[in-house]
């Protein structure tokens, strides 16, 4: 009775990690008409602060963080705080939480290479 046991439940973590590497588990990239209407408008109203922190824009890959998208980006060490790089990343993104960026969007992040 335990290796049948043992048996299903490896068969299930099996299926489980063939399912998350073939399908995925995270939600097809899709944009919804109020997204996109959203966008516009955060494109149209352009924040000066947006203007005083250099930035390049790049499209959010799954698995990328805000950190790992700069490091990235620099080829080199981040010198400048974390703390500082997030809330750069708030105020070039209208106050978007770097936790919850979804992959598949486009968003401005800080660009540190001048300073390295």
Do not use: C, R, W
Request: hydrophobic letters at 40%; charged letters at 20%; aromatic letters at 10%.
């Amino acid at each position: 009775m335990k290796k049948l046991a043992g048996l299903l439940v490896f068969l299930i973590v099996a299926y489980a990690v063939y399912n998350d590497l073939s399908i995925g588990t995270l939600p097809a990239a899709k944009m919804q008409a109020p997204e996109i209407s959203k966008m516009e408008s955060v494109e149209k109203v352009e924040k000066q602060t947006t203007q005083e922190i250099p930035f390049f824009e790049h499209e959010v890959l799954p698995g990328d963080t805000v950190l790992s998208v700069i490091d990235s980006y620099l080829d080199s060490q981040l010198n400048v705080p974390v703390s500082q790089a997030v809330e750069d990343f708030k105020k070039l993104n209208n106050g978007t939480d770097p936790q919850k960026i979804k992959f598949g969007n486009i968003y401005k992040f800080p660009d540190y290479s001048s300073q390295n």
